[in-house]
């Protein structure tokens, strides 16, 4: 079946320095895919939404200036953390599609000491 | 609007007996409804869907009721095994392509011996 992948899995950075997480779909194409972060004990909570070949949609309060996201091609998406910062930490997790058709990728755990 | 819980509220239920979580989703808009299961330090995982002209689908172990009146979600598992120790999320949405999804707070199905 389809499947999603996340690379790293889990990321240790610095406070201030930038992070990349890569989510890609594998054997199909996605248009569409879809940036969460999870807080512990917490639910997923959307950010943003990536568009391949345009830019990205933020949800509200998600600051795009720190939160970069790039869709370049129709099976990678990258989210970059930018100056990150110990509130920062936080499991993030992509999906390609929507809707039903929704595939999550594993997930990045990215700590900010 | 989306939902988020600061401690997940917890299900404990004996193997061998049924299991019944219960969402309440916000937008009586949405005409799609997802159950996700996730395990520790991993991605969402489907378990089943439903539309918004069903009230009922049945999968293996698993049922999924919807009121739409009072905008309440069920899913059901039956015979529940230590495997189904998790998290569960319900999720909203359309069945759009490029829709995106909202997760309710969440639940953890702790299941004992």
């Known amino acids: 079946g389809a499947v999603v992948s996340q690379h790293p899995s889990w990321v240790i950075c610095k406070s201030g320095t930038s992070v990349k997480i890569e989510c890609r779909s594998l054997?199909?194409?996605?248009?569409?895919m879809f940036w969460y972060r999870q807080f512990p004990k917490q639910s997923l909570m959307l950010m943003a939404t990536?568009?391949?070949?345009?830019?990205?949609?933020?949800e509200q309060g998600v600051e795009k200036d720190k939160f970069l996201i790039n869709h370049a091609s129709l099976t990678l998406s990258t989210l970059t953390v930018t100056s990150a910062h110990p509130e920062d930490s936080s499991f993030y997790i992509c999906?390609?599609?929507?809707?039903?058709?929704?595939?999550f990728g594993p997930g990045t755990r990215l700590t900010v000491t | 609007g989306e939902s988020v819980g600061l401690h997940l509220p917890t299900l404990s239920v004996q193997e061998g007996d049924n299991s019944i979580i219960n969402c309440a989703y916000s937008?009586?808009?949405?005409?799609?409804f997802i159950w996700y299961k996730q395990e520790s330090g991993k991605g969402p995982q489907f378990i089943i869907d439903?539309?918004?002209?069903?009230d009922k689908r049945q999968g293996q172990r698993v049922t999924v009721l919807l009121n739409k009146t009072v905008k309440h979600l069920s899913l059901q598992i039956a015979a529940t095994q230590p495997g189904d120790s998790a998290v569960y999320f319900c999720?909203?949405?359309?069945?759009?392509?490029?829709?995106?999804?909202?997760f309710g707070t969440g639940t953890r199905l702790q299941v004992t011996l």
């Open positions: 999906s390609a599609g929507g809707g039903q058709r929704s595939i």
């Open positions: 054997d199909f194409q996605a248009t569409t």
């Open positions: 990536s568009n391949e070949g345009s830019k990205a949609t933020y």
């Open positions: 937008n009586s808009a949405s005409d799609y």
């Open positions: 439903i539309r918004s002209n069903m």
């Open positions: 999720a909203e949405g359309d069945t759009g392509t490029a829709s995106k999804l909202t």
